[in-house]
C-alpha cells in the first residue's frame, strides 16, 4: 500500500479564510502550563482512529523533552467540557511555525468542529511570530483533512508518495 503525504503552507495571514466558531458551548483552551503527560493522552485519544503510530514508543524522558522545552505550544478544543480535539504548534528555525498535530476524537468529527478548530490553529500561528506557518497531512488521515486545509487558505507546495507495510 502507498500512503501520499501533503505538505501545506501559508505565507500570509491574509490567506486565512477564517471558520466561525460552531456554538458557545466549544471552547479552544491553551494548556499554559506544558505537561508532555497531556500531550500523550491527546496524540492516543485523537490518533488512534488515523493510526498515529510515531511516537507510540517515545520514553517519558522523550516526550517531557519535546514537549516541555518552550518551542511547542498546545491547545484542546472542548465540547460543553469534554476534551474534543486538539493541536501543537512547534517554533522552528526562520520564523516558521509548524502545525505539529491537528484532529478532533472520533466521537466529535462530523459536526462542523474542525474548520474553527484549524482557524484558531493558524491564528495562534501567526500571533506567535510565523513568517510561514506550514503542515503536512496524509491519505492515512480523515478523508476531509486536506479539503480542511485548503479550505482555510493553504497550498500544496509538495506531495511524496511512499510505500507503507
Same mark, same amino acid.
Given at each position: ?56 514508543? =517515545? %520514553?517519558?524522558?522523550?516526550? !517531557?523533552?519535546? @514537549?516541555? /522545552?518552550?518551542? +511547542?505550544?498546545?491547545?484542546? #478544543? ?47 500561528? =501567526? %500571533?506567535?511570530?510565523?513568517? !510561514?506557518?506550514? @503542515?503536512? /497531512?496524509?491519505? +492515512?488521515?480523515?478523508?476531509? #483533512? ?20
Amino acid at each position: 500500500m502507498n500512503v501520499t503525504t501533503y505538505y501545506l503552507q501559508m505565507l500570509d495571514p491574509a490567506r486565512l479564510r477564517a471558520k466561525s466558531r460552531p456554538h458557545a458551548g466549544f471552547e479552544v483552551r491553551e494548556c499554559e502550563i506544558p505537561q508532555y503527560a497531556v500531550n500523550r493522552f491527546l496524540y492516543r485519544y485523537v490518533g488512534a482512529s488515523w493510526q498515529w503510530t510515531d511516537r507510540d514508543e =517515545w %520514553s517519558d524522558e522523550r516526550w !517531557r523533552s519535546t @514537549v516541555e /522545552t518552550g518551542r +511547542l505550544r498546545t491547545w484542546i #478544543a472542548y465540547d460543553r467540557g469534554t476534551p474534543a480535539g486538539y493541536f501543537e504548534l512547534q517554533k522552528q528555525a526562520g520564523d516558521e511555525v509548524e502545525i505539529l498535530y491537528f484532529g478532533l476524537a472520533e466521537a466529535f468529527i462530523g459536526k462542523g468542529y474542525g474548520g474553527y478548530l484549524l482557524t484558531r490553529a493558524i491564528e495562534e500561528a =501567526w %500571533s506567535w511570530g510565523a513568517q !510561514r506557518v506550514w @503542515v503536512h /497531512t496524509c491519505t +492515512l488521515d480523515h478523508p476531509s #483533512a486536506l479539503a480542511n486545509y485548503r479550505a482555510r487558505g493553504f497550498e500544496v507546495y509538495d506531495e511524496r508518495e511512499e510505500p507503507v507495510s
